[in-house]
């Protein structure tokens, strides 16, 4: 099995297969790399806040997943250790939000990577930093 092939199964089988939190917000992987993932989720009324628009911590949520299906694409188990996220643009329900998770650092101990949130227009809605722990442990595939 290719890196590429290896990333997929992990991310795809493994990961998102077990993942009831993604699953239940209505996350969607639409591609994964080594390094990089990109998620899609459109947002429902249900994620709203009590000013009417979305909830923070549900495009935290959604920058989180990609953060975790990117940093253990390359089959070592990596878990957040620290996370930011500053939201630039308010989120709508109905507004279809793509999370594209990319890799700025690493080691073999830690990963740094970005994600940038964007709306159906293509307009930055959030910018998220996560930084990880590369345990050391395999993916079994």
């Known amino acids: 099995m290719n890196p590429s092939e290896k990333a997929k199964k992990i991310v795809l ?3 998102m297969e077990n993942d009831a939190f993604s699953k239940w917000m209505g996350i969607q992987i639409h591609d ?3 390094g990089t993932c990109t998620l899609q989720c ?3 009324s249900e994620m709203l806040n009590g000013f009417g628009i979305c909830h923070g911590g549900v495009t935290f949520a959604i920058a989180d997943s990609a953060l975790a299906f990117a940093s253990n694409s390359h089959g070592i188990k990596s878990v957040s250790i620290e996370t930011s996220i500053s939201h630039t643009k308010t989120v709508q329900a109905g507004d279809f939000i793509t999370a594209i998770a990319s890799e700025k650092h690493l080691s073999s101990k830690l990963g740094i990577y970005e994600v940038i949130l964007t709306n159906q227009d293509n307009v930055i809605v959030a910018i998220f930093k996560g930084t990880v722990f590369r345990t ?4 079994d595939v």
Do not use: F
Not at 136 to 139: C, R, S, V
């Open 13 to 15: 089988d493994l990961m």
């Open 136 to 139: 050391g442990k395999e993916w």
């Open 32 to 34: 994964v790399g080594i």
């Open 42 to 44: 459109t947002i429902k």
